[in-house]
Structure formats: C-alpha cells, structure tokens
T-cell receptor, first 115, second 115 residues
Framework: AQTVTQSQPEMSVQEAETVTLSCTYD???????LFWYKQPPSRQMILVIR??????QNATENRFSVNFQKAAKSFSLKISDSQLGDTAMYFC????????????FGQGTILTVHP | DGGITQSPKYLFRKEGQNVTLSCEQN?????MYWYRQDPGQGLRLIYY???????QKGDIAEGYSVSREKKESFPLTVTSAQKNPTAFYLC??????????????FGPGTRLTVL
C-alpha cells in the first residue's frame, strides 16, 4: 500500500517571501501521479499543481512549483511571493497509475502567511 | 456552471439514526468518491465508484453504504453502525478510466455532527 508523509504539521511565512512544503511517499509502482491540494478556511479543496512521474521536468503553475525527486520519493511544493490568500492547509496526494484515480493523502500542512 | 454539489452543508444526527448525504455532479465524470476528514487529519477514502451501478469499498467503509444508480449522483448513507460519525465529508469526481492522470474535483463538503 502506498503511504504519503508530510512531516511539517504547521509552517508560517511572511508575505512576499518563499516557503517550501515537504512531502515524501512510498510506492513500488513506476508510473504514478502526484498532486498538491489546497484547503482554505472555506474547506473547499482546490488543486494547486500536479506532476506525472514519467516527466522529468518539474511542474510549475504561476507562483507554485514542485521539486520532484523520483529516486528519493520526494515531492515538495515551493510557493514564491507568498500572499495572504495562500493561508490554507496543503495536502500532498498520490495516485498510482493503476488505481483508477484513488488518491492517498498526507496528513496536511497548515500554512499561515503573515502580513 | 459545471461542478459538484453536496447537501446539506450541516447535518445533525441523533445516535442510532441513519442519515444520507447527497452528492451530485454535472461534469459528466464516470468516477465518484467519498472521503472523510477528521480535525487536523488528511482525507480517508470511504467508497468509490468507477461507473454506474458499481462501487468498491475504500479504506474505512465500515458503517457506511452507497449507491450509484445514476452517473451524476453518488449518495452516502451513514448508518447507526458507524461508531464515530462526527466528521467533515467530502465528495469528489474524476473523468475515470484506467491509466492517464485522473484529476479529482471536490464538492464543498458536509459537516455531520452526532448529538
């Protein structure tokens, strides 16, 4: 079974600075997908960024980028130019390519952006 | 607008009662999922359905039941056998199918409280 670990229960950052959230996972599969979801205080889950394991290039979406290290089974999220609206809980999620879209989630990291 | 709706937003149940949480999607997705979220924790999969009239147990199915009679609807019943049902419940859907990335889209959630 796959496991996803987020070792940082809480993080904080000043507005306009950069922060990195960590995620490691364990799997025996070679083809899979990784996601970062954001859950703001409204509790609506929003997809932030996704990465296909077969792609060597790290995914980027505006201020959000990932550092995907397949051999180390690491998938960290970097948020640049942090904004107050980035305050949320962030979840790392794993989808094995043969699991019909079932996601395994990490425990989450609460990120607070301070003005 | 395409999306996922869940109702009600808040639900109160007396011990010993069954309650049904509604989930509807108009994204024409084949796959639908139910997750449970407890305070400070990640999401855990209760049930999922890849296609109409078919569904499978997730990691914590005991005390829950589902049906999938229509493509757009995937209701979840929390039965009296569920020992600790107070939680936040999230419904999601994805295009479905094996292989390829299956991004999940989430509804706004239902907060269930047992009195």
């Amino acid at each position: 079974a796959q496991t996803v670990t987020q070792s940082q229960p809480e993080m904080s950052v000043q507005e306009a600075e950069t922060v990195t959230l960590s995620c490691t996972y364990d799997t025996s599969e070679s083809n899979y997908y990784l996601f970062w979801y954001k859950q703001p205080p409204s509790r609506q889950m929003i997809l932030v960024i996704r990465q296909e394991a077969y792609k060597q290039q790290n995914a980027t979406e505006n201020r959000f980028s990932v550092n995907f290290q397949k051999a180390a089974k690491s998938f960290s999220l970097k948020i640049s130019d942090s904004q107050l609206g980035d305050t949320a809980m962030y979840f790392c999620a794993f989808d094995g390519g043969t699991s019909y879209g079932k996601l395994t989630f990490g425990q989450g990291t609460i990120l607070t952006v301070h003005p | 607008d395409g999306g996922i709706t869940q109702s009600p937003k808040y639900l109160f149940r007396k011990e010993g009662q069954n309650v049904t949480l509604s989930c509807e999607q108009n994204l024409n997705h084949d796959a639908m999922y139910w997750y449970r979220q407890d305070p400070g924790q990640g999401l855990r999969l209760i049930y999922y359905s890849q296609i109409v009239n078919d569904f499978q147990k997730g990691d914590i199915a005991e005390g829950y039941s589902v049906s999938r009679e229509k493509k757009e609807s995937f209701p979840l019943t929390v039965t009296s056998a569920q020992k600790n049902p107070t939680a936040f419940y999230l419904c999601a859907s994805s295009p479905g199918g094996q292989g390829g990335i299956n991004e999940q889209f989430f509804g706004p959630g239902t907060r269930l409280t047992v009195l």
